[in-house]
């Protein structure tokens, strides 16, 4: 029986590499955004719509998975976002923005599904970090909300373990993604990038997502039953 999978964030960025190379693998999977972004239109059919910020439009779509029976063995998250804030001491705003993007959205998510998922003794869920965050390079806000996620997949990991529910994380270095700041500046070779490459980044370049998706492939099977709790670095040494 194919495996359902779901995807926070799945229609841009890592989540639609994702997207494509699971439905290529014959998974049964859909992805969930504000917008349909990069979806085509014979994959609409399997697109939910819902703001994350916002705990009515969150409510709206796990009703209607109750109310339509949808239930999935996999999750996947890949929403998340600094918000352009500064590395600096932020203010209140801009902590309550990034943890809600980043840590307070999933929560709610995660307990509708876990609970069917410790019944069926069988789940994956597989979060997002950032290798920035134990660097030390991205903005305060954000690193905090990263590192409660990181605390929060360690921690609540070892609970659900003993279910065969493997709660993990993959934390990457900077994703070669379209648009994206600095693959801009790799692509124009600008000052920065090279100041980049020099200080932070012995590999020399940026990681492509077809490095991840192996990891992700192994994260949401039935191989990595032994892996919960765990945050797996691919960072091209990032530092």
Request: hydrophobic letters at 35%; glycine letters at 6%.
């Amino acid at each position: 029986m194919k495996k359902k999978v779901i995807i926070f964030g799945g229609t841009k960025g890592i989540g639609y590499e994702i997207f494509k190379e699971l439905k290529q693998k014959k998974f049964d999977v859909y992805a969930v955004s504000r917008k349909k972004n990069f979806l085509k239109k014979n994959d609409l059919k399997f697109y939910f719509q819902c703001n994350v910020m916002d705990e009515v439009s969150v409510r709206k779509l796990l009703n209607k998975f109750k109310k339509n029976k949808l239930n999935f063995d996999i999750i996947i998250h890949c929403i998340g976002g600094s918000f352009k804030s500064k590395n600096n001491i932020n203010g209140e705003k801009d902590f309550y923005l990034n943890w809600k993007l980043n840590f307070f959205h999933f929560i709610e998510i995660n307990n509708y599904f876990i609970s069917k998922m410790k019944k069926n003794k069988w789940g994956r869920i597989l979060h997002f970090s950032s290798a920035g965050t134990l660097s030390h390079k991205t903005p305060l806000a954000y690193s905090t909300a990263k590192a409660a996620l990181n605390s929060y997949i360690i921690n609540y990991g070892k609970q659900l373990v003993k279910y065969n529910v493997v709660l993990t994380a993959i934390s990457p270095g900077p994703i070669n993604l379209e648009k994206r700041f600095l693959p801009l500046q790799a692509k124009n070779n600008t000052k920065f990038w090279k100041n980049f490459l020099k200080d932070h980044l012995p590999s020399k370049r940026l990681v492509k997502p077809t490095e991840i998706l192996p990891m992700v492939n192994y994260l949401i099977s039935d191989n990595a039953s032994y892996c919960g709790s765990n945050i797996f670095n691919i960072d091209g040494g990032y530092y």
